[in-house]
């Protein structure tokens, strides 16, 4: 995950790695992002970002514990111009404290305040639409295997095949578009902390960091099923675990030039993003560079560097045991 430091300075491993309790109503999600937007704002890097979050939570923090208790909390939303009843106080300081030791250390705060539960929803859900669409794509391919070794013409067959395989791929397509796009209309509106319809520069870098978090486990366990459905489509066996291991290697290496490198990753992503130029991000925007199969998926991958080129993974070829009969495997 991405680094971020506690109240001393001292590296404390990424935003969001602790679950915090329940989403939350959505009181709590319009006092937390109003919170997190009065932490971020202005920031232009990462290193800026988490700086303000660090002078923001002392500042909260009046009495120096190194700890935001429910009185603190309470004068921050008056010093805000927030009317927060006693019983809602109660609730954000419950949803914040993870430990429930009734305050909120800077570890819970940066958790709390940029916790991202929608593209959580997305992530999860993207891995069911997809695993849908290849258990599609397998049941047409073996369809189309036995249908081209009863046909006198296989090569007519196979054209025949084809169209309805366009067929199977187009309905994936559109599952994805329409299952997926309202979470990330959710996500957006998520991330968008003062509500005015746009991303911010701040605003987008919390959201950049919260899916570079999120892609890895989700990228591993795609690779694997798509490998597997490829394998399986010539009857090839091969020994998963050298596919899989050479994948996470590449991904994790992807990863370390990310958080190394992470302003940069940053900037090449919005301006990816930012079609119309006008510095900021509209929902539309986010909505392609998030569906699947839509160019800018990849380019917004690429652009953070996350994107696993195939040529990376030639490596898993010679490492891994493969037997695939040559005459069971038909030409696609």
């Not at 990330?184 to 005015?196: A, C, E, P, V």
């Not at 392609?288 to 030639?314: C, I, W």
Request: glycine share 6%; aromatic share 6%.
């Amino acid at each position: 995950g991405v680094v971020f430091v506690d109240q001393n300075g001292t590296p404390r491993g990424s935003a969001g790695t602790k679950t915090m309790g329940g989403g939350g109503s959505k009181v709590l999600d319009a006092h937390r992002k109003n919170l997190c937007k009065q932490a971020i704002s202005g920031s232009e890097t990462w290193k800026d970002k988490e700086t303000k979050m660090l002078e923001t939570f002392k500042a909260w923090d009046t009495d120096n514990s190194g700890s935001i208790t429910k009185d603190e909390l309470q004068e921050v939303f008056t010093r805000l111009g927030c009317k927060v009843s006693s019983s809602e106080l109660q609730k954000v300081l419950k949803d914040a404290d993870a430990d429930k030791d009734s305050k909120i250390s800077y570890e819970e705060f940066v958790a709390w305040l940029c916790r991202a539960p929608h593209l959580e929803h997305y992530f999860k859900l993207s891995e069911d639409i997809l695993k849908r669409n290849m258990k599609d794509a397998m049941a047409m391919q073996q369809k189309m295997q036995k249908e081209i070794e009863k046909s006198d013409n296989p090569l007519a067959a196979m054209m025949k095949i084809g169209v309805k395989l366009e067929a199977v791929q187009k309905k994936g397509q559109e599952r994805i578009d329409k299952e997926l796009k309202p979470v990330i209309q959710k996500t957006f509106q998520y991330h968008d902390k003062d509500g005015n319809g746009v991303l911010s520069y701040d605003e987008s870098i919390i959201f950049f960091s919260n899916y570079a978090e999120r892609l890895g486990p989700f990228a591993k366990s795609m690779a694997e099923l798509a490998t597997t459905q490829a394998m399986n489509a010539c009857e090839i066996k091969v020994d998963m675990s050298s596919i899989q291991k050479e994948f996470d290697k590449e991904f994790d290496k992807c990863l370390t030039g990310y958080t190394s490198d992470i302003d940069k990753r940053h900037k090449a992503a919005w301006d990816a993003l930012d079609v119309n130029k006008d510095g900021k991000l509209q929902e539309a925007e986010i909505i392609e560079a998030l569906l699947h199969g839509h160019p800018k998926n990849q380019q917004f991958m690429k652009a953070l560097g996350l994107l696993v080129e195939d040529k990376s993974m030639t490596a898993a070829g010679p490492s891994a045991k493969v037997e695939m009969p040559m005459e069971d495997c038909q030409v696609q």
